[in-house]
Structures are given as structure tokens and as C-alpha cells.
Nanobody
């Protein structure tokens, strides 16, 4: 069973930056798609960004130009660099690993942006 360990959430002022990390228990090279999703209180879980093993990325329109997803095979970690944060980015952020045999979620990390 693949497990994902997330870190990097916190409290930040509007306009600030945070970087989230996600470390899988297996080689990240073997995971076709890594992604980040977020869920605000009372709302559904939404896509933030995904990245394939080949480096192809996809972003929600609301974060394009502000967030960057990446994966470092040497460090076996996926990242979400979040810049120019806004209060509406406040949510629990979840890492996701998607393959033919599984779709695994991390435990979630809280990101709170205050004005």
C-alpha cells in the first residue's frame, strides 16, 4: 500500500508564499501522475495541479501563474510552490498519487491565508 506524507502547510499573509511537499513510500518515478487537490470548508475537493512522470503539468485556472507543481526523482518528493497567496486559497491541501492499480491520498495539510 502506497503511503504519502505531506508537509509544509501553515499560516501566511496575503501575498505570501508556501511550499508543500509530498513524499511517497515508493519510488516517485513509478507513479504516473502526482497531484495536489484542496478542499475548503463546506466545499468539494477540487483539483489544484497535476504532473506526470514525464513532467507534463496541468493547473486549475484559479492558480495558473501563481502555483508551480514539480517532482524531484532524486529526492523522491513532489512539491507545490504557492506564490501570491490569496484568502480564497485557504483550504486543506491533499497530495494524490494516481496509477493504474491505485489512487492514494495524503493526510492533508492546512493552508490558511489571512488578509
Amino acid at each position: 500500500q502506497v503511503q504519502l506524507v505531506e508537509s509544509g502547510g501553515g499560516l501566511v499573509q496575503t501575498g505570501g508564499s508556501l511550499r508543500l511537499s509530498c513524499a511517497p513510500s515508493v519510488s516517485i518515478f513509478s507513479i504516473p501522475v502526482m497531484g495536489w487537490y484542496r478542499q475548503a470548508p463546506g466545499k468539494q475537493r477540487d483539483l489544484v495541479a497535476t504532473i506526470t512522470s514525464g513532467g507534463r503539468t496541468n493547473y486549475a485556472d484559479s492558480v495558473k501563474g501563481r502555483f508551480t507543481i514539480s517532482r524531484d526523482n532524486a529526492k523522491n518528493t513532489a512539491y507545490l510552490q504557492m506564490n501570491s497567496l490569496k484568502p480564497e486559497d485557504t483550504a486543506v491541501y491533499y497530495c494524490n498519487a494516481n496509477s493504474l492499480g491505485y489512487n492514494i491520498w495524503g493526510q492533508g495539510t492546512q493552508v490558511t491565508v489571512y488578509s
